[in-house]
């Protein structure tokens, strides 16, 4: 059963007046984070959002533009980062509120139905990628960490011969809208992409991931209710959300 089904099955399930009473003891939040995170939040948001009747608003955007937020504080309750960023404003979080919330491992993507080649050692993945038409990656111009450490990579002498396409959204998008024949970076940005496929995590020599942790922010206007979501987002019962969004448990 999909996290989608599983989510409209307990809708149904719940009283009326349960979807449509809001809860007093919770207002509405704001949550400061990166792409790499957004699906999985918005599903766990709208299981909070039909338990709460809160909304939980979801601001997005590469990893870059996420840590400026919170160093520029801009208007939030919560935030989302990877490492090293989150250190690098981790003053503007309250103390004891940093809790990790999962690992997304970077990986290779191709068109839905499409073979999948063995990437399984270096060599082999290499020659993958020069066989291929065009490796698609977030743009490091726009501020994405992701897209730079992939940008890096295909730059190293190894990987000449491979045609590298930067390109604005995910990885995913490369495939799914631009019709580029791989996608490179964060795998909870290819597989939840409509009509894309996770070949495999990049081999062992290069491999790279992300560790997102949450903390309440310092500004926040609703700090207790972004206590409880921050809670309830690193619990047990999110692990199935997470998992199918490409977070994995936290290292």
Excluded at 24 to 41: K, Q
Excluded at 49 to 57: I, M, Q, S, W
Excluded at 200 to 219: R, T
């Amino acid at each position: 059963m999909t996290l989608r089904t599983m989510l409209a099955a307990a809708l149904l399930s719940m009283p009326c007046a349960a979807l449509l009473a809001p809860s007093a003891a919770l207002a509405d939040i704001t949550v400061l984070t990166s792409g790499g995170t957004v699906p999985g939040l918005r599903a766990l948001a709208a299981k909070w959002e039909a338990e709460t009747g809160k909304k939980v608003t979801i601001v997005g955007g590469t990893v870059t533009r996420a840590r400026d937020n919170v160093k520029n504080m801009v208007p939030g309750d919560l935030a989302v980062l990877p490492e090293p960023q989150f250190s690098e404003v981790a003053a503007n979080f309250k103390p004891g509120s940093l809790t990790p919330v999962g690992r997304v491992h970077f990986g290779l993507a191709v068109k839905a139905g499409a073979p999948h080649p063995d990437i399984s050692t270096l060599p082999k993945f290499i020659a993958v990628l020069k066989a291929g038409s065009g490796v698609g990656f977030t743009d490091p111009a726009r501020g994405s960490a992701a897209g730079k450490w992939v940008a890096d990579l295909l730059a190293r002498p190894e990987y000449a011969g491979v045609t590298p396409r930067p390109i604005a959204g995910m990885p995913g998008h490369a495939i799914a809208r631009d019709g580029i024949q791989y996608g490179m970076g964060p795998i909870s940005e290819e597989v939840t992409v409509p009509g894309v496929e996770v070949v495999g995590v990049l081999p062992k020599e290069i491999a790279m991931h992300f560790d997102y942790s949450a903390g309440v922010l310092n500004h926040a206007t609703q700090a207790e209710e972004a206590a409880q979501f921050l809670s309830y987002i690193t619990s047990a019962q999110a692990r199935p959300a997470w998992k199918e969004t490409g977070v994995e448990n936290p290292a």
